[in-house]
């Protein structure tokens, strides 16, 4: 079992990992800049499109290029989330989960 201390430690290490990564994301963005960016998220969003088309045709290698293409549009949404302002982005998307979230508290209501 680990100790609290060992614990704390992971948690400290995987805090560090995600900060270099978007200090990683955010020279990227800052280098790039915002049309780019943004033309690239539509580019991505297009390969994982078609990787969603072939897993639906059973392709055996579809999901795995599926994971990557969803990767692939996580790194520049994040780079675009820097760029247009990460805290209001952040406070549209809290409140549509809120939104969907009273959408399925009001259909669990009505399907009993």
């Known amino acids: 079992m680990k100790s609290k201390y060992q614990i704390l430690s992971e948690m400290l290490t ?6 270099k990564d978007d200090m990683k994301l955010k020279k990227i963005a800052d280098h790039y800049g915002f049309t780019s960016q943004a033309n690239m998220l539509v580019e ?11 897993l639906r045709r059973s392709n055996s290698q579809a999901y795995e290029n599926l994971k990557e293409e969803l990767a692939d549009i996580l790194v ?5 989330r820097y760029l247009m302002g990460a805290d209001e982005i952040d406070r549209i998307m809290q409140q549509k989960i809120d939104r ?7 259909e669990e209501k009505n399907s009993d």
């Open 76 to 80: 520049v949404a994040e780079q675009l």
């Open 14 to 19: 995987a805090c560090c990992a995600v900060q």
């Open 44 to 54: 991505e969003s297009a390969e994982f499109t078609q990787a969603l088309c072939k």
């Open 100 to 106: 969907q979230l009273k959408r399925i508290e009001n």
